[in-house]
């Protein structure tokens, strides 16, 4: 039995963090109400962040793309911001599930749950994503490519939360690509997201292949082949066999799904 | 517990109940409103799909306490005054049903669809009821009947 609570400021927000020690924070609820379901965790307190305000903003700045922790995956979807350098983030938010969930799932709650095969975790990899959080005591922004620390482990401390994920600035193109068993019910097998900078840069991110996500910065396109690349890339990856594949299947699908990557992003250069 | 207020099919509710349970509880055990199935209660199935604030969700992957002041729509609300709607009209004539138990989620998924876009291509209507399994029809009947909506009944 958990109390349920709502706070609808950052200030009282910050209260529970503090005087509730044993608190879990909800966001969409689509891992957590399963883990409270499963007894895999037993809070004596549930925290909704999706009462306060500020988190449920999307925002593009001259600088950066922010996304508040209680925004919806269909929320980014609809946002009209998913393009260009960004595109990577759309096609991870399709791929994610089905409506039914994506209208409840948050990318704040997909980064916190830290599955190595969370679909958006490749896409905010190659983007160098950070989320910003706050503590009892004040709040840090942690980039994603520290944030990750095992499988469903992370950085975050028990009395932080986060309250927003940013996206610098970027151009050039990025895709995701994800290999599942069945459309709209499956975690990736493998994912592989790729961003191809306007001068040729490559940085290559994947899922499921290893104990977190795995970001491979940088590829130079000017000078490598893409067998050198592709190479490069699969020494880079760590996949094991598990329920959802076995070691040499991921192994294949990496590279599959890296050079399908490429062929998506590479249309754009000149 | 708490008390919580939430709309449902039109009707003002006030609930007084544990903070601990899924809006699918709450629908089912406390208002009893058993239409809304628990399938597999981990968000795989779709038998819980209620219409939430607009949107079709799980009713099992959300808290009760969640739902306070909500605005939900169950099946039990889509027949008016005890005639079936067009849609659900549409699911028995295309055979779109065998045991059942999926229907209520496949109306209710259905239902948003076509709020939402009134003519949709089959590829919309796919991919919106992706979320809702069905062990009996083999899929294709479930999507003639909505096509047949979309193609102008309701
Ligand atoms: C049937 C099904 C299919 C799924 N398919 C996919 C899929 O295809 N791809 C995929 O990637 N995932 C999938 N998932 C997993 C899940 O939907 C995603 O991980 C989703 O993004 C989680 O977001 P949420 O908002 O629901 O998180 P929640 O369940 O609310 O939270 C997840 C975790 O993060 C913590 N948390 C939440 N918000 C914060 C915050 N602001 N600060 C700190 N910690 C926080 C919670 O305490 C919890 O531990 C699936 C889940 C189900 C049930
Ligand atoms: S009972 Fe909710 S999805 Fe199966
Ligand atoms: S009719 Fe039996 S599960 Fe769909």
Sequence with gaps: MYAFLAPKTLEDARGFLESRPNLKLLAGGTDLIIGLREGLVTPDAVMDVKQIPALTQIRQTEDVLEIGAAVTVDEMLRSGYLSGPYHALYEAGEELANILLRNRATLAGNICNASPGGDMLPACLVLDAWVETIRPDGGRRIPLREFFMGPKRHVLASDEMVVKTVFPRAAGKSAYRKKKRIRGHDLAQVGVAGLLGADGALTLAFGACGPTPICLDVFDTNTQSRAEILDAAMNGIAPIGDVRASKEHRQEMARYLTEAVLDAIEEVRV | ?154
């Design chain 2, 1 to 154: 517990m708490k008390a919580i207020q939430l709309t449902v099919n039109g009707g003002a509710y006030k609930v007084f109940c544990p903070e601990d349970i899924t809006l699918l509880t709450l629908l089912r055990e406390h208002l009893h409103l058993t239409g809304t199935k628990e399938g597999c209660a981990a968000g795989e199935c779709g038998a819980c799909t209620v219409i939430y604030n607009g949107k079709p969700i799980n009713a099992c992957m959300v808290l009760a306490m969640e739902a306070d002041g909500a605005v939900i729509e169950t099946i039990e609300g889509e027949a008016k005054d005890g005639v079936l709607s067009p849609l659900q009209q549409a699911f028995i004539d295309c055979h779109a049903l065998q045991c059942g138990f999926c229907t209520p989620g496949m109306i209710m998924s259905a239902r948003a669809l076509l709020d939402e876009n009134p003519t949709p291509t089959r590829d919309e209507i796919v991919h919106a009821m992706e979320g809702n399994l069905c062990r009996c029809t083999g899929y294709e009947p479930i999507i003639r009947a909505i096509e047949q909506i979309a193609g102008g009944a309701q």
